[in-house]
């Protein structure tokens, strides 16, 4: 269906994310940090990406952002998933340029609705 990056610094996280995703026919790059996950989105211009804010580095908020001013994949959408459950860090989540905002942990079904409304 979709080739998406997954940017995810939680082994666990990464794995059950890319198990749900390739379960439900998607393409899976994964990145454990948000300057390796840019390189592969620059590299192989996904249909989206899934961005944890807390990564060694570089944060989802800055890596969301940096996306949203690189004309070349800012029309990429991006839904951060986070354990940073406040209303402010999704309006600022949101206000970095992702398309949508998750907190952790994440419903299968959800995950891949929401995934779904945008990819597909």
């Given at each position: 269906?979709?080739?998406?990056?997954?940017?995810?610094?939680s082994?666990t996280?990464r794995?059950?994310?890319?198990q749900?995703?390739?379960?439900?026919?998607h393409?899976?790059?994964?990145?454990?940090?948000?300057?390796?996950?840019?390189a592969?989105v620059?590299?192989?211009?996904?249909?989206?990406?899934l961005m944890?804010?807390v990564?060694?580095?570089?944060?989802?908020f800055?890596?969301?952002?940096?996306?949203?001013?690189?004309a070349?994949?800012?029309?990429?959408?991006?839904?951060?998933?986070?354990?940073?459950a406040?209303?402010?860090?999704?309006?600022?989540?949101?206000r970095?340029g992702?398309?949508?905002?998750?907190?952790?942990?994440p419903?299968?079904?959800e995950?891949?609705?929401?995934?779904?409304?945008?990819?597909?």
């Amino acid at each position: 269906m979709a080739r998406i990056v997954l940017i995810e610094d939680s082994p666990t996280d990464r794995a059950v994310f890319t198990q749900w995703l390739t379960k439900a026919g998607h393409e899976v790059l994964e990145a454990d940090n948000a300057e390796d996950g840019l390189a592969l989105v620059r590299e192989h211009a996904p249909q989206l990406v899934l961005m944890d804010v807390v990564l060694p580095g570089m944060s989802g908020f800055q890596a969301t952002r940096a996306m949203a001013r690189d004309a070349a994949i800012k029309h990429i959408p991006v839904i951060i998933v986070s354990t940073k459950a406040m209303e402010t860090d999704k309006a600022w989540g949101l206000r970095q340029g992702a398309a949508d905002y998750i907190v952790k942990p994440p419903r299968e079904d959800e995950l891949i609705a929401r995934i779904n409304q945008l990819v597909v």
